[in-house]
Structure formats: C-alpha cells, structure tokens
C-alpha cells in the first residue's frame, strides 16, 4: 500500500493556479517534515519546498519562492502546495516525500526522504 498518495494535478493556462495535496499514511503523520519535489522533462528530479513536523517553518526554491505555498493539515494526514502565477517552466511530475528521520527540520536533499509519493503531472501551457 502506497503511504502517500498526491493528486489535483492537471493542465494549466500560464497565470493560473493548481493545488497539490497529498495524502499520508503509515507513520504519525505530524512527526515528520515534509517536502515537494518536481522533475521537469528530460530533467532530473530537483527540490521545491518543505515543511517542518509542526508547520511552522517552511522553505522555497528559488524558483518558486513567491509564487507556491506550503501548508499541511495533520489533522487530515495531508500536506498542500498552493502554486499561483504558473509558468510553462513549472510543468512537471510533482512528487511529495516524507523525511526519513522523525523531528528534523524540513530538507532541500532527495535522501533526507525515504517515503515517496507516485507523482502527479502538472502541465502549464503558454
């Protein structure tokens, strides 16, 4: 059984906006920071944004800063990426992950997360 699931990815006009969420089981949802990732095509997977355990720090690429939000709800076991003022250049798979270590500050590196989601594609057309 998959442990995160995202979904509420789709096709997008430039300027538009999309929400991600995704939706976490297995371990206590609210021990762990979590993190979005994208890998454009032909490219390889690079970092988007994190979210410590508790919610209250987080932390961008440079690419994104401004324009996407990072939330979660451990209530409902789910972590969010608001993604406004989309760009041709933000089109993607978008995967969510869950850091491997429970209590540590969300993280830009791939292998500080073991639990990785199946991804969900965003297209933003031009």
């Known amino acids: 059984q998959r442990q995160l699931v995202e979904s509420g990815g789709g096709w997008v006009q430039a300027g538009g906006s999309l929400r991600l969420s995704c939706v976490a089981s297995?371990?206590?949802?609210?021990?762990?920071?979590m993190g979005w990732f994208r890998q454009p095509p032909g490219k390889e997977r690079e970092f988007v944004a994190t979210i410590t355990w508790g919610g209250s720090s987080t932390n961008y690429a440079d690419s994104v800063k401004g324009r996407f939000t990072i939330s979660r709800d451990n209530a409902k076991n789910t972590a969010y990426l608001q993604m406004n003022s989309l760009k041709p250049e933000d089109t993607a798979i978008y995967y969510c992950?869950?850091?491997?270590?429970?209590?540590?500050?969300?993280?830009?590196?791939?292998?500080?997360?073991?639990?990785w989601g199946q991804g969900t594609q965003v297209t933003v057309s031009s």
């Open positions: 992950a869950r850091r491997n270590i429970p209590y540590q500050l969300g993280s830009d590196i791939q292998n500080d997360y073991d639990t």
């Open positions: 297995g371990r206590p949802f609210n021990a762990y920071a």
